[in-house]
């Protein structure tokens, strides 16, 4: 049956739903050519008596189901990041239960996690606070066995005086991490109040004091995650990394050319957007694998006008339009986010995000997010 979608300009227009599925994509086993992680979202628990500035109610089975689906097609996970709502709605309290839960699951089930450490006990205070919130984080990572993923600060970016304070908290941190890490630089688009990280407004400046501590511990960097959404910029600095340095990308508008690569180097991936495309994901990097990069952008190429709408400006709810896409694909029963972050998005914006990975053939019950897709429409006031 035609569904009526709203559009922006406030009328409706008909589109013809799929009725069958793309091929489904069978399990695998780790990517060779490429090292990918998927940052997952959390399940909220939509039975659980909160308010938006509550602490979080995690549905555990049905997050932990979750990343069990992305292990099982090869996917590393980057766990207790942004896309899980770290200081949107997750705080520290419920990232360290879910870290600690997440790596567990991770070990029985054989799948590759990294975790992020962050300072989001804090809201502002002294270096010293600083470096002493980002220890309590790394600790619980290390002690759950997980990857350390060292995440932007927003009480660092609050604190420090210029790019000496970078280099003077990043330096502590990497001397005395166990196993090398990976260094996260989150851009204001993502965080507003990431602004000027690094010691500078100016991302040439910024950039200098980023790769001077990577210079200074390159043991102790496994790689670097770049979420700018400039591919020049993240190209240009891939390749002034040191040897044996990785570069995981984080444009979540770039991305197909990027983990392609060109002559001089390519990105391995983590990113927000393989919570959604995980099982077409998995298939483009393996044929990557095999040495076909024309097959491999063909396959991905197409979800990038999905991708770049689900991360429109403002670029830091794109969790919402995740959450919904997982609740249309069947991955959980229902669509209510921790902090009611569900409200963050227009009815129009969810109209294109579910006619777009319609068409790409995401879902793998095509009927079921119709009928999801029908009872929000019909929620919204929109009838036949």
């Known amino acids: 049956m ?9 009328t409706l227009r008909a589109y013809e739903p799929r009725t069958e599925p793309r091929a489904a994509v069978a399990p695998g086993s780790a990517f060779t050519s490429r090292t990918v992680f998927s940052a997952a979202h959390v399940v909220a628990d939509p039975f659980a008596d909160v308010s938006p500035d509550s602490p979080a109610a995690v549905d555990w089975d049905a997050t932990l189901a979750f990343r069990r689906h992305l292990w099982s097609h090869g996917l590393g996970v980057a766990e207790a990041m942004d896309t899980a709502q770290r200081g949107m709605g997750l705080d520290w309290a419920g990232a360290a239960e879910l870290i600690r839960r997440s790596a567990a699951e991770a070990k029985a089930a ?16 002294t270096l010293a606070e ?125 991305y197909p050319e990027l983990i392609a690569g060109d002559e001089q180097g390519f990105s391995h991936a983590l990113l927000g957007v393989f919570d959604p495309l995980g099982p077409l994901a998995a298939e483009a990097v393996r044929v990557l694998d095999t040495g076909d990069t024309d097959g491999f952008r063909a396959l991905l190429d197409p979800t990038v006008e999905l991708s770049r709408h689900l991360f429109r400006a403002p670029t830091r709810f794109y969790k919402t339009g995740v959450v919904f896409l997982a609740w249309l694909a069947g991955h959980q029963s229902h669509f209510t986010m921790v902090g009611g972050l569900q409200s963050a998005r227009s009815l129009p914006h969810f109209a294109r995000a579910y006619e777009l990975a319609d068409t790409l053939g995401l879902f793998p019950d095509p009927k079921l997010a119709e009928d999801r897709m029908r009872t929000l429409l019909h929620l919204y006031g929109v009838t036949p």
């Open 2 to 10: 035609t569904l009526h979608l709203p559009g922006a300009d406030g």
């Open 110 to 125: 054989g799948g590759r996690i990294a975790c992020g450490a962050g300072t989001d006990q804090l809201t502002a205070g």
């Open 130 to 254: 600083v470096r002493a919130a980002y220890e309590e984080q790394l600790a619980v990572v290390e002690e759950s066995g997980a990857q350390a993923i060292l995440m932007a600060s927003r009480a660092l970016a609050a604190t420090a005086r210029g790019p000496e304070d970078y280099l003077d908290v990043y330096g502590h941190l990497l001397r005395q991490t166990t196993e090398p890490v990976i260094l996260h630089w989150l851009g204001p688009m993502f965080d507003p109040a990431l602004e000027g990280y690094w010691g500078s407004a100016d991302l040439d400046a910024a950039t200098d004091t980023f790769l001077e501590v990577i210079a200074a511990h390159p043991d102790k960097v496994d790689g670097i995650k770049v979420s700018l959404l400039d591919a020049r910029r993240e190209v240009d600095l891939r390749r002034r990394l040191p040897k044996g340095v990785r570069c995981y990308t984080g444009d979540d508008f770039h």
